[in-house]
């Protein structure tokens, strides 16, 4: 089983629409969780922490379901810019590399 | 530009060749990571160095794979031998002692093995 999983869709929603898609993590002991976007042949950006309470950044909120050991992002208002990949991000406590998922493709259409 | 950059951003070779590639990270940031991502896929945990010292490798590492990092500024990670296998994006990153998960990626090297 993979480590971190998402599903690859692709999203494709029309501009000003609201999405939301979620990734599983498999290991409980899991400690931090990001979320990154990555545009076509091009480097992985952090996109926003994802902390306990949930948070919000602008038209993006993440949130954490420790129980159920998922994440999950929500765009609202998309924009023809959000179009990119989400890669779904997990840290296990004392270690400092980054396990991604594969990712999910949205596509935002005028 | 302060981010982290790479070299080459290209790199096609054949089968059996070394390659070696460069990552400059951020000046102020003491811990670096390499990952390699295949297409359709996230990025992988290769190796991890803070200052000179590397601390952590993968098992994806074969050890026909080396990297270093002298002084603690620039890495290089070098090839040997590569295989068809060994094409990917190989990204550099790195992240200062106070924000140790918040990573900066450079733009990658993309290797072709012919």
């Known amino acids: 089983r993979k480590e971190v999983e998402q599903d690859p869709g692709p999203f494709n929603v029309p501009e000003g629409a609201t999405v939301a898609f979620n990734c599983t993590y498999s290991?409980?002991?899991?400690?931090?969780f990001f979320w990154y976007r990555q545009d076509c042949r091009k480097e992985p950006k952090l996109l926003m922490s994802?902390?306990?309470s949930g948070n919000e950044d602008g038209r993006f909120t993440a949130q954490l379901n420790r129980a159920s050991q998922y994440i999950s992002l929500l765009i609202r208002d998309s924009k023809l810019s959000d179009s990119a990949t989400y890669l779904c991000?997990?840290?296990?406590?004392?270690?400092?590399?980054?396990?991604f998922g594969a990712g999910t493709t949205v596509t935002v259409r005028a | 530009d302060t981010g982290v950059s790479q070299d080459p951003r290209h790199k096609i070779t054949k089968r059996g060749q070394n390659v070696t590639f460069r990552c400059d990270p951020i000046?102020?940031?003491?811990?670096l990571y390499w990952y390699r991502q295949t297409l359709g896929q996230g990025p992988e945990f290769l190796t991890y160095?803070?200052?000179?010292?590397?601390?952590?490798k993968s098992r994806l590492l074969s050890d026909r794979f080396s990297a270093e990092r002298p002084k603690g500024s620039f890495s290089t990670l070098e090839i040997q031998r590569t295989e068809q296998g060994d094409s990917a994006m190989y990204l550099c990153?790195?992240?200062?002692?106070?924000?140790?998960?918040?990573?900066?990626f450079g733009p990658g090297t993309r290797l072709t093995v012919t």
């Open positions: 991000v997990v840290n296990m406590r004392n270690d400092y590399k980054l396990s």
């Open positions: 160095f803070q200052n000179e010292a590397q601390l952590e």
């Open positions: 290991n409980s002991a899991s400690q931090s």
């Open positions: 000046s102020e940031h003491n811990r």
């Open positions: 990153a790195s992240s200062n002692r106070d924000r140790v998960l918040e990573q900066y």
């Open positions: 994802v902390y306990s």
